[in-house]
């Protein structure tokens, strides 16, 4: 599909991209580049590509295809390192879970001649490394691409190929409905899981060994995603501000809501409440997502 592509950034998501861009046999040349010595070297022993380089401007010399695999706050920096040294008709690309501001910080470093268009696949763990990566990451997991005016329907398609060949299912969104959607269904939880997991954690009169020894299963959720990477989730915030302050408002709004129900006692707005959610969960199995085993989230098996 390609001649060469470089990976910059091998964390999770780019070494799960090396490992299925191998498996699938999907590019002759894979050119690793990350800026730590040690996760490079890493890379090398896990044998993750065919070229190594801690030189992102090396990296992407006659790459046909560029996957920057960073920190969303980092996007631009980046992109201002390759911008001289990228091949004409490249097509470059990012994995970052917020889009407007990758876009933002990304657009003006690249050169007119290459193809850039941003990307998320909405697939991921609590791990980070390259040691975290699978093959299998991708699979029956939306990867959503966000075109512009200015974005080239050929390019698209072959990005498109790209991901279709990675496993995952393409949708293609504007940037700023992208982090929207993502505020309410990604960011919010999580910072909802930080807050949960911070509160038991200062809790005086419950001790940790109580909080581990008695953690139902709903707790142990929250702890999973709590666990996930501070750098990449302090740059989410701060890269879907906006987005994220208006969930967080309406979800503080919901929540005085709900504590007021209790504190009257008001039974019936709690069960109407408890109600309604549980059909959207019912609806959400109905449409084929089944939430009860870890391919939750995935989107429906196609025979
Ligand atoms: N972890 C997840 O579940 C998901 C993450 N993403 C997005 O993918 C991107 C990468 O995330 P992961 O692979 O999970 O992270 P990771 O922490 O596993 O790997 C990050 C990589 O970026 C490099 N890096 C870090 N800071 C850098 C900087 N300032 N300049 C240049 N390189 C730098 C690191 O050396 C490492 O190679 C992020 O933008 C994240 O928002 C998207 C979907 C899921
Ligand atoms: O581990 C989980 O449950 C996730 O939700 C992973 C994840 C994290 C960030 C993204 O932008 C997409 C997926």
């Known amino acids: 599909m390609f001649d060469r592509i470089a990976l910059i950034g091998i ?13 699938e046999k999907i590019a002759t040349n894979v050119v690793v580049s990350t ?51 990228l091949k004409p008709g490249a097509i470059v690309t990012d994995v970052g879970s917020t889009k407007a501001s990758v876009i933002r910080q990304m657009k003006p470093e690249l050169p007119s001649n290459v193809h850039f268009i941003a990307g998320h696949p909405v697939a991921g763990t609590e791990y980070s490394g390259p040691d975290a990566g699978f093959a299998s990451l991708f699979e029956g997991r939306w990867c959503i691409l966000t075109p512009d ?22 949708q293609t969104m504007d940037a700023v409905h992208h982090d929207q959607v993502l505020a309410l269904v990604s960011h919010l939880p999580q910072l909802i899981s930080y807050n949960i997991v911070g509160t038991a954690s200062d809790f005086e009169t419950v001790s940790q060994a109580d909080v581990i020894k008695y953690s139902a299963s709903g707790f142990r959720d929250f702890t999973r995603l709590a666990a996930s990477d501070p750098t990449m989730w302090r740059d989410v915030c701060l890269h879907n501000k906006d987005a994220i302050l208006e969930m967080l408002a309406r979800f503080s709004e919901d929540l005085s809501s709900m504590r007021a129900s209790i504190r009257r006692g008001d039974g019936d707005a709690l069960f ?11 609806s ?12 939750f989230g995935r989107t429906p098996h196609k025979d």
Not at 157 to 167: E, R, V
Not at 272 to 282: A, D, Y
Request: glycine fraction near 6%.
């Open 272 to 282: 109407e409440l408890f109600t309604k959610t549980r059909s959207i969960r019912r």
């Open 284 to 295: 959400i199995i109905e449409a084929g997502q089944d939430v009860d085993t870890p391919n």
């Open 149 to 170: 005016e200015d974005t080239n329907p050929e390019a698209l398609q072959k990005l498109s190929a790209f991901w279709t060949a990675c496993g995952s299912d393409v």
């Open 35 to 85: 800026r730590s010595e040690k996760t490079l070297k890493r890379a090398e022993e896990l044998r993750l590509g065919t070229h190594y380089t801690m030189d992102a401007a090396e990296a992407v010399k006659n790459a046909d295809l560029v996957i920057i695999s960073v920190p969303v706050g980092a996007s631009g920096a980046v992109a201002a390192q390759i911008a001289a040294s």
């Open 11 to 23: 964390g999770l998501i780019g070494s799960s991209l090396a490992r299925v861009i191998e498996r």
